[in-house]
């Protein structure tokens, strides 16, 4: 199968970042990393790409007077190094149309909660705040909103009596881990078809579990 060439865009500590190497290296994911690229220098994601012969630029937002001068510049690195699909992969700052248009349907972002609960910053505190007994994960593709486009896949993650919101971030980070993996797989065997807000999955089995309940039910 042919491997799809990505650019993952990150910010900070680069966990997501290295699953997709991990799964690349190991050989379940279809993919070719052509370069990381971050808006921030010095942060550990850079380190990992480094470590792993991954080409890693750095385009610090302060050297350019506005948002879309520095998505031309990213569309630039990206473009020259043939990439078929963007992985927002903690990045922190919003795309503008004029990254959007360049790479339309083929930009992805991962969120710690479940959308549309929770969109915004620092959402496993929130959730955890609000005292929700499920919070999650998304993957799903950009659009010109804030957490809004298309969802291709997510995964329900309990909250436990006891629990911290580090405890909760932790225990969602772990199945991003996953769930990215399985997206861009999706997507590089070419399954994935965007049909307004719905993404179908083609040949995907069903979910194995129809309900979860948090706390169990006991007697109904
Ligand atoms: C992840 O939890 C990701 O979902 C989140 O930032 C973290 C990055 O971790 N992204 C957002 O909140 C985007 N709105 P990582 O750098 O270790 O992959």
Do not use: W
């Amino acid at each position: 199968m042919k491997k799809i060439n990505l650019g993952v865009l990150v910010s900070g500590s680069g966990s997501n970042l290295q699953a997709i190497i991990d799964n690349i290296e190991s050989g379940k994911l279809n993919a070719i990393i052509r370069v990381v690229i971050s808006n921030i220098p010095d942060v550990r994601a850079l380190e990992r790409a480094k470590d792993h012969n991954i080409p890693a630029v750095v385009i610090d937002r302060e050297n350019f007077s506005t948002r879309e001068e520095f998505d031309r510049e990213a569309v630039s690195v990206l473009k020259s190094h043939s990439v078929d699909l963007v992985i927002m992969a903690g990045f922190m700052k919003i795309l503008t149309p004029v990254f959007l248009r360049a790479f339309s349907g083929k930009i992805m972002n991962i969120h710690p909660a479940l959308l549309p609960s929770f969109q915004g910053l620092h959402v496993q505190q929130k959730a955890f705040d609000y005292g929700v007994k499920f919070s999650g994960c998304t993957v799903h593709f950009a659009d010109e909103g804030v957490d809004t486009g298309p969802i291709i896949i997510q995964a329900v993650v309990p909250v436990h009596g006891g629990d911290t919101a580090d405890i909760l971030q932790q225990r969602i980070l772990k199945e991003e881990h996953k769930i990215y993996s399985q997206a861009i797989q999706f997507y590089a065997e070419g399954r994935l078809e965007i049909d307004g807000r719905k993404v179908h999955i083609k040949d995907s089995s069903i979910a194995k579990t129809p309900c979860i309940h948090n706390p169990p039910l006991e007697k109904f």
